[in-house]
Each structure stands twice: as C-alpha cells, then as structure tokens.
Nanobody, 119 residues
Framework: QVQLVESGGGLVQSGESRRLSCVAS????????VYWYRQTPGNQRELIAS??????TNYAASVKGRFTISSDWKDTVYLQMSGLTPEDTALYSC??????????????WGQGTRVTVSS
C-alpha cells in the first residue's frame, strides 16, 4: 500500500506564488506518472497537470504558463504555482502511478491540500 500526503496549501494573496508538495510513502519500485488535480465546491475534479518519466507534460489551459509540475521520481511530486488568482482557489490533490515490486502499475490518491487565493 502507498500513502500520499500533500502539503503547501494555505491562504495566499492574488499574484503570489506557492509550491505544493505530494510525498509518497510505502512499498513500491518507482513512480511512473504523476498528476495534480483541483476541485472547487459544486464542480468535478479537474486534471490540471501531468508528467511522465519521459518528461512529457500536459497542462490544463487554465494553468498553462503559470503552473509547473515536477518530480524527483523517488517519492515527491511538486506543483509550482505562480500568478495566483482567486479563480485558483480549490482543493488540490495529487495522483501517482507507481510500479510495485511485482511490476504492476497502480494508482494512488492523496487527500488534498486547500489553496485559498484572496484578492
């Protein structure tokens, strides 16, 4: 079993930057793909960034050019956010695809960290 814990959320001013972290713990061989999502009340969870070990990234149009996803491919995924606006206020959560010791790919989710951007 793998656990994910996000951190770095909080209250920020509009225009500021913030870095979120997602740390994986447990038994696995390596991270294979990593993702960040966000969800606002009454809305579905939205995929905003993804990254593969081949360094292929994808971003939602709403964050492209402002957010950057990265990983150390050991246990940590980051989301660097800049130029934050009140529209970025949401619960941010990560998902990782890991390769376990049997060579199988499995997905795990974190509980999320809340970011509130004040105007």
């Amino acid at each position: 079993q793998v656990q994910l814990v996000e951190s770095g959320g909080g209250l920020v001013q509009s225009g500021e930057s913030r870095r979120l972290s997602c740390v994986a713990s447990g038994e696995y061989r390596n991270l294979q793909q990593v993702y960040w999502y966000r969800q606002t009340p009454g809305n579905q969870r939205e995929l905003i960034a993804s990254l593969t070990t081949s360094h292929v990234t994808n971003y939602a149009a709403s964050v492209k050019g402002r957010f950057t996803i990265s990983s150390d491919w050991k246990d940590t995924v980051y989301l660097q956010m800049s130029g934050l606006t009140p529209e970025d206020t949401a619960l941010y959560s990560c998902r990782v695809m890991i390769i376990d010791h049997e060579g199988d790919a499995k997905n795990y989710w974190g509980q999320g960290t809340r970011v509130t951007v004040s105007s």
